[in-house]
């Protein structure tokens, strides 16, 4: 199994350009959520799945759109980058309540 | 709405040495479950331990364990025998046992462990 995979690892983006960050499973996982890391800030969710067809907002949505049309794939779409954009992001899956999330290994992106 | 609170930004502690963690958390729900995550240079999130606040018996991993205070929402992680590979930021999570807030994983702000030789 690979486990969550996300691409790019890097990624520099121009300040309006829009973007997709990609990130599949392979483990049938029903919850996926994303992330973004900010020194100091620990993680804070932007939007979560809870199944395909199903997404809701997390703490820090502005500016970034999510679809969940398959159970494997969560893809996180920038509108119109913005320098406060600038983070490390994580995808994340899960099984069930009861069970940890697995990360992919982040995308680090930079707005200028 | 669950807040989660590390209040060491920093930490030390001398290889084979013993350190703590500390993690309070805020909640009105009787059930959940609560983690520590270890994230490595690599950036790399790895759990660590897993906690269900029904058992009233502490989780043990290895060398890692938790002293998980439910009435005073405490939830903190020892690492004994530290090792050079146990240097990196540590978070602690909270999950909801709620099927749509469980999908949501709250975090603290994170601890940077460094293991001196």
């Known amino acids: 199994n690979a486990g969550v995979t996300q691409t790019p690892k890097f990624q520099v983006l121009k300040t309006g350009q829009s973007m997709t960050l990609q990130c599949a499973q392979d483990?049938?996982?029903?919850?996926m959520s994303w992330y973004r890391q900010d020194p100091g800030m620990g993680l804070r969710l932007i939007h979560y799945?809870?199944?395909?067809?199903?997404?809701d907002q997390g703490e820090v949505p502005n500016g970034y759109n999510v679809s969940r049309s398959t159970t494997e794939d969560f893809p996180l779409r920038l509108l119109s980058a913005a320098p406060s954009q600038t983070s490390v992001y994580f995808c994340?899956?899960?099984?069930?309540?009861?069970?940890?999330?697995?990360f992919g290994s982040g995308t680090r992106l930079t707005v200028v | 709405a669950q807040t989660v609170t590390q209040s060491q930004p920093e930490m030390s502690v001398q290889e084979a040495e013993t350190v703590t963690l500390s993690c309070t958390y805020d909640?009105?729900?009787?059930?959940?479950?609560l983690f520590w995550y270890k994230q490595p240079p690599s950036r790399q999130m790895i759990l660590v331990i897993r906690?269900?606040?029904?058992?009233?018996q502490n989780a043990t991993e290895n060398r890692f364990s938790v002293n998980f205070q439910k009435a005073a929402k405490s939830f903190s992680l020892k690492i004994s025998d530290s090792q050079l590979g146990d240097a990196a930021m540590y978070f602690c999570?909270?999950?909801?046992?709620?099927?749509?807030?469980?999908?949501?994983?709250?975090f603290g702000e994170g601890t940077q462990l460094t293991v001196n030789p």
């Open positions: 994340a899956s899960s099984q069930r309540v009861n069970y940890g999330y697995t």
């Open positions: 799945s809870v199944g395909a067809g199903i997404t």
């Open positions: 906690q269900e606040a029904y058992k009233q």
């Open positions: 483990m049938n996982h029903e919850y």
């Open positions: 999570a909270y999950r909801s046992v709620q099927e749509t807030s469980g999908s949501r994983l709250t």
């Open positions: 909640t009105s729900e009787s059930d959940y479950y």
